[in-house]
């Protein structure tokens, strides 16, 4: 069993529209969490990390529900430049990721 | 910027040649890592480090070897590589950012393996 899946997508959402992406993660004991974005033939990026509370950073909310072993990232009002593929990882003493959800918004 | 340079960036190689991919760092971070990113899988750790001669394998460390003689430097070597080796090759330092221990990327090497 993988340690992180995700729905490999891919998402076409027009400009404006409101995504989300979910990730489930195996191990119970896993210590921290995190989104990452990676564009074509570039390297991932840390978008968020994600707090139990959740966090919001802009257009951008993150929520951790340990209980049912999922994360969620929500993009809001989606721009152009929001095209790329978001990676779910995962950090139970070592990093973990997911395969990646691509991500294009249409004009 | 995490100030992390991958060389080289492109590089072409036949089956059963040495190839040896180079990460260096200019803050001083303790880890290191070398990951392989392949469709249809995540980044797979190839091996790790924790400190100047202090290195550890991952699930994927099969066929390559490492070296980390200076903080800086963390060398990755294939002895003889095989065409299941074509992947792009990333390099990671990871730190601790108000309590977390975030991880940050070099802009990767892809490697071909004729």
């Known amino acids: 069993r993988k340690e992180v899946e995700q729905d490999p997508g891919p998402f076409n959402v027009p400009e404006g529209a409101t995504v989300a992406f979910n990730c489930t993660y195996s191990?119970?004991?896993?210590?921290?969490f995190f989104w990452y974005r990676q564009d074509c033939r570039k390297e991932p990026k840390l978008l968020m990390s994600v707090y139990s509370s959740g966090n919001e950073d802009g257009r951008f909310t993150a929520q951790l529900n340990r209980a049912s072993q999922y994360i969620s990232l929500l993009i809001r009002d989606s721009k152009l430049s929001d095209s790329a593929t978001y990676l779910c990882v995962v950090n139970v003493n070592q990093f973990y990721f997911g395969t990646g959800t691509s991500l294009t918004v249409i004009p | 910027d995490a100030g992390i340079t991958q060389s080289p960036r492109h590089k072409v190689t036949e089956t059963g040649t040495p190839v040896t991919l180079r990460c260096h760092q200019t803050?001083?971070?303790?880890?290191m890592y070398w990951y392989r990113q392949d469709p249809g899988h995540g980044l797979r750790l190839i091996h790790y480090?924790?400190?100047?001669?202090?290195?550890d394998k991952g699930e994927v460390s099969d066929g390559y070897s490492v070296s980390r003689s200076k903080t800086e430097d963390f060398l990755l070597t294939l002895e003889s590589a095989t065409s299941s080796q074509t992947s792009v090759y990333f390099c990671?330092?990871?730190?601790?950012?108000?309590?977390?221990?975030?991880?940050?990327f070099g802009p990767g090497t892809r490697l071909t393996v004729l």
């Open positions: 990671a330092i990871s730190e601790y950012i108000s309590g977390v221990n975030e991880q940050f």
């Open positions: 803050e001083n971070h303790r880890y």
């Open positions: 480090s924790y400190g100047v001669k202090d290195t």
């Open positions: 191990n119970s004991a896993s210590q921290s």
